[in-house]
Structures are given as structure tokens and as C-alpha cells.
């Protein structure tokens, strides 16, 4: 870090948590090794099989989409930290009264452990999604493992830093409110899990999706020239009154292939997301997360005034 970062303050920061900087540290680098190790392996030997059970691409995939699980926790975790141990440890135990009698003013003392910790959220949250995604491009579109997959989506593209900088934002209020450690940790971890679920099942209506259609009831057949990343959202039938879902012909008949005449089918459609949206989704989601991430700071400073004006 640079002097500027860890003056004053900050550095009184740093100093106290020393040990889980430290351990966080260690943590990203064995990350890095482990994937930087794992896709050396498996370009070497990519297709022998060890102990007649995987090869190293199979363990490859395995690895990383175990990472994916646990980097789409990466927020809540740095949340939950910010919340007890830097924040509602201190308020709790009233140590934070020594800092504020040494000519500290309580609005600097909650700006060098926000600075500190959206610095270091934001630094890990970069070096564990180049690793990730060097690591993943070897097999990329597999199992679990495609680019809009829930984990790996947040796991290769800014807006994990984005979901980093919130939990450091939420965990800055819920930590003045709570006051204690304990609850503190599990009100952030809840709030900030919460936030990440719900934004995640709308991510995909943020942008435009494209749609694919065809005349006839020979659906399958023609979404064949759907792009082969392709993310599908939905598909169904067209009719002269509207849409008919995937499993109308199939409910219709009893299982039998052949669409009925009844239901009036003059088509079918697809609506999906090429991979060529993958950017322009994560840019706007970013920018909402941020956006989030902005108002609960203000939120925390509006606390910090109204309980210690």
C-alpha cells in the first residue's frame, strides 16, 4: 500500500487487522497458484485419466466450479468482516472513544475504515477474477460452467468488485445500527446475500434480449440456429391470439409429438441472450450495484451524525 493509504488513521487500521489482511492475502495468493497450477496441468496432459476416474480437465472443472461458489460468497464475507470486527467490535467495547479523544473526529474515523476496506475489497475482488478467468477459459461452456451461470457470471466481470464495495457499504450502517458484533455480522451477511440474489434474478431483463422465430410447430429443429452460447430465456409457440409455453403440444396430446390442430400454432419463437451481451449486462448492473453501494455510504455517514453529532 502506499504511504497516503496507511497514514494516520488508516494505518491504525491496518494495524488492527493485520492478521486478516494478512490471511485474506495468503488466501488470494494460493488462489492464484492453484489456478495458474490447474491450467498449466491440464494443457500438458489434457486427456489422461488418473486412477481410472478424471483427467486434469475434469479436475480443472471441478476446481473452478467450486471457486464460482465460493466467489459469488466473496461479498458477503467481506461484509460480514467489516461489519463486526472493524466496526461494531469498536462500538460495542467503546474502544472507539480512544480514537475520537486523540483528535480524530468520528466522521475520519468511519472514512479511513471504509477507505481501507473498499481499497483492499475492490484490489482482491480484481486479482480473483483475472485468476478465475484465467483458469475457466480452458473450459468455458461446460457443466455449470457457462458464461451466464449464476457464480461464474459474477466471477468474471467487474461487477463482483461492485457486489464487494456494497458489502463494505452495508456493513458501514448495519454496524452503527446494530452495534453489536455478532448481530452485525449476521445482518450484513443476510442484506448483502439478499441484494445479490434479487438483482441476480433480474439481471437478464436489464438488457434487450434478441428472439429467434419460425413458421410451423417444427421448434426444436429450428432452434438449432440459435448461437451455440447462447443463453436461452424462454421459448413456446405463436399463435393468433398470442404465446403458447415450450410444453404446449406435449400437454395437448398427452406426451405425443405431433401439435394438435386446436391450438392454432403458426409458429414457434426463442428469446435469449447471446454472449455478446455478457458486457453490456454486467456494465449496467455494475453501475446499479455502485449506484447501491453509494447510497448506503451516504447512509452510514447520515448514522454516524445523527447518533454522534
Known sequence: MSSSLVSGPRRV??????????????????????????????????????????????????????????????????????????????????????????????????????MVAAVLAAATSAVLIAAFRFGWTPIRGSYNLSWPDRGVYEATGPVLAAYSLLGVAVAAVVGQLVRRTVPAMAVTGVVTGTVLLALGSLRWDVWPSLTLSGPGTDKLTGMQALPRDAFLLESGYVTAHGRLPYDACWRATGGLDDCPASLGITGWYAEYHPASHFWPVQLVETGIVLALAALAAYAAFRVLRRHHA
Do not use: C
Open 13 to 114: 487500521v491496518v494495524r488492527q487487522h493485520r492478521r486478516a489482511l494478512w490471511t485474506a492475502g495468503g488466501l488470494v495468493v494460493l488462489a492464484v497458484a492453484v489456478a495458474t497450477g490447474l491450467r498449466w496441468w491440464s494443457h500438458a496432459v489434457p486427456h489422461r485419466i488418473f486412477n481410472g476416474q478424471m483427467s486434469p480437465l475434469g479436475i480443472l472443472s471441478l476446481v473452478m466450479d467450486g471457486a464460482s461458489t465460493f466467489l459469488l460468497l466473496v461479498p458477503i464475507l467481506i461484509g460480514v468482516f467489516v461489519a463486526g470486527p472493524m466496526i461494531a467490535r469498536e462500538l460495542e467495547s467503546g474502544t472507539y472513544k480512544v480514537a475520537w479523544t486523540q483528535s480524530v473526529a468520528p466522521s475520519r474515523w468511519l472514512t479511513s475504515k471504509l
